[in-house]
């Protein structure tokens, strides 16, 4: 009986990875899109630096918002809220501090968001703003 690799070192299939890229890239332009409808103001997509990524920072009023935004094409392997664990929530708070840093600005309030994409194969996308996750 033929098995997979499932240790940290087996190699993507490309078609998987190219999948999820893509099905990443759709979820946030939805999650953009919604949080825009809110009233919030993009200043950036997809920043990064050595330390990590920021899907979306935005601004509501005065306040900072980074958003984290997951994608998935179903729950079968768990929800796009269970992807967000308390030591990727420590990462974002670092990484907001570093994009403030870097961009000399202060704020009177730094928010983390999360929104969660659902996608699946047939019938509409499903899209959840959880306010202040973290």
Not at 26 to 44: K, T
Request: glycine fraction near 8%; include cysteine.
């Amino acid at each position: 009986m033929d098995r997979a690799d499932t240790s940290p070192d087996a190699q993507v299939p490309p078609s998987l990875g190219q999948h999820n890229q893509a099905l990443g890239r759709y979820g946030e332009r939805l999650a953009e899109r919604h949080l825009v409808a809110q009233g919030m103001v993009v200043l950036d997509r997809n920043w990064r630096c050595p330390a990590g990524e920021l899907d979306l920072v935005l601004r509501e009023g005065r306040v900072l918002v980074v958003c984290e935004v997951k994608t998935r094409s179903s729950v079968e392997f768990g929800t796009p809220h269970e992807a967000v664990t308390p030591a990727k929530l420590a990462r974002l708070r670092r990484l907001a501090a570093q994009w403030l840093s870097e961009h000399d600005l202060v704020v009177p309030e730094v928010r983390i968001d999360l929104v969660a994409v659902v996608r699946p194969r047939r019938g509409p996308s499903s899209v959840d703003h959880v306010v202040g996750v973290g």
